[in-house]
Nanobody
Framework: QGQLVESGGGLVQAGDSLRLSCAAS????????RAWFRQAPGKEREFVAA????????FYADSVKGRFTISKENGKNTVYLQMNSLKAEDTAVYYC?????????????????????WGQGTQVTVSS
């Protein structure tokens, strides 16, 4: 059974940076888009950022645009989320996910139903 494993979460202060990683094991990711979602306490899971299979097209939620950067390292099937200028409202469990369709273009906010493989999540806590 394939899996996605997130790492890099932690407790930081407002204004600090963190880099999350999502490694794939036993899951074909080369021709699939990848995305990050997050879920804050008491809230529904929301889209954060996505990158298409080629790595050339990215899309961000308005709330993180200009602060977060998604990237991928194809040879290692790993996706990263560089988070700068963190705010208290970024506190959440961050999940990475793999698209359920091959070669899909990323041109809008992503929905959970677009993704079929999910990691277990990594906690990010930003103190103000």
């Amino acid at each position: 059974q394939g899996q996605l494993v997130e790492s890099g979460g932690g407790l930081v202060q407002a204004g600090d940076s963190l880099r999350l990683s999502c490694a794939a094991s036993g899951v074909d990711t080369a021709i699939y888009a990848r995305a990050w979602f997050r879920q804050a306490p008491g809230k529904e899971r929301e889209f954060v950022a996505a990158i298409d299979w080629s790595g050339h097209s990215v899309f961000y939620a308005d709330s993180v645009k200009g602060r977060f950067t998604i990237s991928k390292e194809n040879g290692k099937n790993t996706v990263y989320l560089q988070m700068n200028s963190l705010k208290a409202e970024d506190t959440a469990v961050y999940y990475c996910a793999r698209d359920r369709k091959e070669f899909r273009a990323i041109v809008r906010n992503q929905a959970e139903y677009d993704y079929d493989y999910w990691g277990q999540g990594t906690q990010v806590t930003v103190s103000s």
